[in-house]
Every structure is written in C-alpha cells, then in structure tokens.
C-alpha cells in the first residue's frame, strides 16, 4: 500500500476519453493493459492486464471497485464490458471469453480487493509468492497483515492454486501451457512479495517493492533486511538481461505510480539511497505522520532531489544496519 495524492498520478497516463471516472485504463505495450482504480483509499493501485491467445492473466486486482456507487462498477465488469478507443472500441475481454489467471504480488487489501470476482469463476487460477505460505494462508492473522481491518474492508475470500517458487514459469494448472511469465520472491514490503518478468516485453512487474515520488513502506510484517537483498538481486537479474544482444532495455512497472522506469537505473538509484540509510548514514531520518500499521518509531527517510523514500520502523532500519549481509549486499555502491 502507499496512500498517494490525487495529483500524483498524471492525468497522461490515460488514453480513456470521456470514460467512467473510477477505473481508468492505457496501453501498457503490445500485450498489455495498465487499469488505474480511483479507490477510495487513496491508493490508486495499479492493474495490469495481459492478453495472451487462449487466457488473460491479471496481475493484481486493486481494491475492486466500490458496490453501489452509481459511477463505478466491479473490475470484472470494466474489463468485460467497457470498450476502450486504443482497442478498436472493444473491451479487454469481450464477455469474459477467456479464462483469467491472476498473480497477486502481495496480499495487501489493495492488491486483492477484487479478487473474489474472478474466483467465483470455476475457470479462475490463482498463483501467489510461495516463500511465505503461512503469510497467505493463516486465516486468523490474514485481516490484520492483508490491512483490510484497517481501512475496513471485509477480507476477500480466495484459495491460491499455485504457490510460486522462486523463478518459476507460469504454467496454467489446467491446460499445462507456459504462459511465457515467471514469478521470483522479491521479499522485503511483505514476506510474499513477488515481481514478475515477461521477458516478450521486457517488463518486470514489482509489485509494492519498489516506486517512485512517494514512500516505498515497511509495515510491520515487513523486513528492511530482506528487501535489501532483494534489490540487489533484481539489480543483477536485470543486468542480466539487459546483456542479451539487441535487445531493448528492461522497464519496471510498479504497483502504483511508475509504470515504464528504466529498471537497472532504478534499481540502482535505490541501492544507493539504501547504502546511503544504513550504511554511510548521510541521510538522516525525519518523523513523519503516525501510520497505523507500522510500529511507533516511525522513520522516514528521503534524500533531496531523489524520487525515491522509505518509511518503516526505527527497529527495522536498525536491524538490518546490524545485518553483516546488508553490508556485502551494498558494499560496493
């Protein structure tokens, strides 16, 4: 989650005329489809929707909509019914025809608001992180770590099919074809965060680990620790790839805000503010406003002229400062 004001999410991003005013949609690539959710959280996530032959898988379903708002609809809906201009006035799935595969890339109430929808539909297949199974599947704990207790949202019901481990292929449950995607565990905003890499466009799906011009947020589940290695390991899987001859270089699109960024300068950017944060110390922390999901000690940490913050707990900034792995991890930025 990042609550974000309203005019931090540019009105250029759409290619919608005269469209419904709470979701709004553009093209992402050739493939693919960004939905923007004007939820009533303040947290405008971001839901991508890619259209392959024979399935459409989502990854994420935002907040799903508000019921019995006259000017919204569900999720579903929109992208069943609602035809868009930039697709020859169709909508991104005609009548639901295809099959949906969703990959939520966290459990946070703005990622899976809208998937109870989806799953009422025999058809419907879930794939979720499997580094943290208990995270996910703890009914007891699951309102209070998916947050919806705290912006009072009832906890959607879902059961995952496929519990991902790290750098595998998405293949539908079903059918066994390889929907050309494949899941790593990103941990770090939560123990399940996941980023998915589709290697036909080149864009890697992060999820909440990593956007820009608001706090990126370390909740109380989450691991200041963790999600430094996790950077760094996406830093060098993106190197990576970026190596591979001609082609073009690899974008991250983000759970909110940043859709198209440069992923290896971002990346970068962030190793630096973190080696910056805990290991050189020359950004020093401000106390920010209270949040209610992480714990007292609030820090917020932002370096003038970057695009890139964090908040979490003095705690959680602490221990990975004491982590001997934090400084092999960025040692050498």
């Known amino acids: 989650m990042c609550q974000i004001p309203k005019e931090t999410v540019a009105s250029s991003l759409f290619e919608e005329a005269g469209a419904p005013s709470y979701f709004q949609s553009s093209k ?19 839901i991508y929707v890619k259209v392959l032959e024979k399935y459409v898988v989502l990854i994420d379903t935002g907040c799903g909509g508000v019921p019995g ?20 006035n169709q909508p991104i799935n005609p009548g639901g025809r295809k099959p949906y595969v969703i990959i939520c890339s966290h459990s946070h109430f703005d990622h899976i608001g ?34 919806c207790n705290l912006v009072g949202m009832k906890p959607p019901k879902y059961t995952v099919d496929s519990f991902a481990s790290d750098g595998e292929h998405v293949v539908h449950t079903s059918s066994g074809l390889d929907l050309g995607l494949v899941i790593f565990h ?16 080149r864009v890697l799906f992060v ?30 899987l993106v190197e990576q790839w970026n190596d591979e001859g001609d082609s073009s270089r690899v974008t991250i699109a983000a759970g909110h805000i940043t859709r198209d960024a440069d992923a290896e300068t971002l990346l970068l950017a962030a190793e630096d ?61």
């Not at 708002?69 to 999720?75: N, V, Y």
């Not at 009422?120 to 199974?133: E, N």
Request: aromatic residues 12%.
């Open 273 to 333: 503010a973190l080696h910056k944060i805990l290991i050189s110390n020359s950004i020093s922390p401000t106390n920010p406003k209270f949040y209610q999901f992480i714990d007292e000690d609030v820090e917020e940490y932002e370096e003038k002229g970057s695009s890139l913050s964090f908040v979490g707990s003095g705690k959680n900034f602490s221990q990975a400062r004491m982590d001997p792995s934090i400084v092999e991890a960025l040692g050498a930025c």
């Open 207 to 236: 999820g909440d680990s990593l956007y820009e011009h608001v706090p990126i947020i370390f909740p109380k589940v989450g691991s200041v620790t963790d999600y430094v290695k996790s950077i760094t390991r996406t830093r060098l």
């Open 69 to 88: 708002r006259i000017e919204t609809t569900s999720l579903k809906a929109y992208i069943e019914s609602h035809p868009l201009a930039f697709a020859d």
């Open 114 to 147: 809208g998937i109870e929808q989806f799953v009422a539909l025999p058809t419907t297949t879930v794939w979720a992180s499997g580094y943290s199974r208990n995270f996910v599947e703890n009914p007891i704990n699951f309102p209070e770590t998916s947050l």
């Open 28 to 46: 992402l690539n050739s493939t693919t489809f960004l939905i923007i959710e004007a939820d009533d959280y303040k947290e405008n996530p971001f």
């Open 186 to 201: 990103t941990p770090g905003h939560t123990p399940d965060q996941l980023a998915v890499w589709d290697p036909e466009e």
